[in-house]
């Protein structure tokens, strides 16, 4: 079994995750219903890889023989005004995604939770390259986003991509 402030971190892990999948649901529905199909694509699947992520927490939980405790997932609130402030928010939330996976870490280390650690590993090379993925998009929106002709082709290049499982398995 886990020691009990390990779990509660890994259990809010969960649930932020859950929210990571809500938050980029609610995104997807957002550029859909702005006939943006490809980046309701391109979020949507984001939210199956999130819900992926909080499935593996929960297992590894599971796996250690300790009890999930499931929260409520929180309503995403965003009022967006413009097509390039969900990528920002993205960005931001990513950004404190990592951060909280790097508390866990840095908790996991302190108390010789190797095991724990070596868990996270996935974690946190994945938040490197889900920061990248964010701040791509950022960048290239910038690039490409204001010309309709750019959106355009920006859109049907997003609309290409398909989901795929992670790759860690526990
Ligand atoms: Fe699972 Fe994008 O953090």
């Known amino acids: 079994m886990l020691d009990k402030k390990i779990l ?10 859950f929210y990571s999948s809500y938050l980029y649901l609610d995104i997807s529905n957002y550029y859909y219903d702005n006939s943006l199909d490809g980046f309701g694509n ?18 590894y939980l599971k796996n ?9 997932i929180n309503a995403p609130d965003n009022k967006f005004t413009n097509f390039k402030q969900p ?11 990592s951060r909280s996976i790097n508390d866990i870490y840095a908790f996991a280390y ?29 960048k290239r ?12 082709l920006l859109d049907t290049e997003l609309s290409s991509r398909v989901y795929a499982a ?5």
């Open 166 to 170: 992670p790759s860690l398995v526990i």
């Open 110 to 138: 302190e108390i010789k939770d190797f095991k724990t650690m070596q868990f996270l590993d996935w974690f946190v090379k994945e938040q490197g390259e889900e920061e990248q993925k964010a701040e791509g998009l950022c």
């Open 42 to 59: 391109w979020f949507a699947i984001q939210a199956q890889e999130e819900y992926a992520h909080a499935m593996l927490f929960l297992k």
């Open 87 to 97: 990528l920002t928010d993205v960005l931001e939330h990513e950004i404190f995604i």
């Open 64 to 72: 250690n023989g300790d009890k999930v405790k499931l929260d409520a």
């Open 8 to 17: 509660f971190m890994l259990n809010s892990q969960i649930n932020k995750e």
């Open 141 to 152: 929106f910038d690039l490409f986003g204001s010309d309709p002709r750019g959106l355009y």
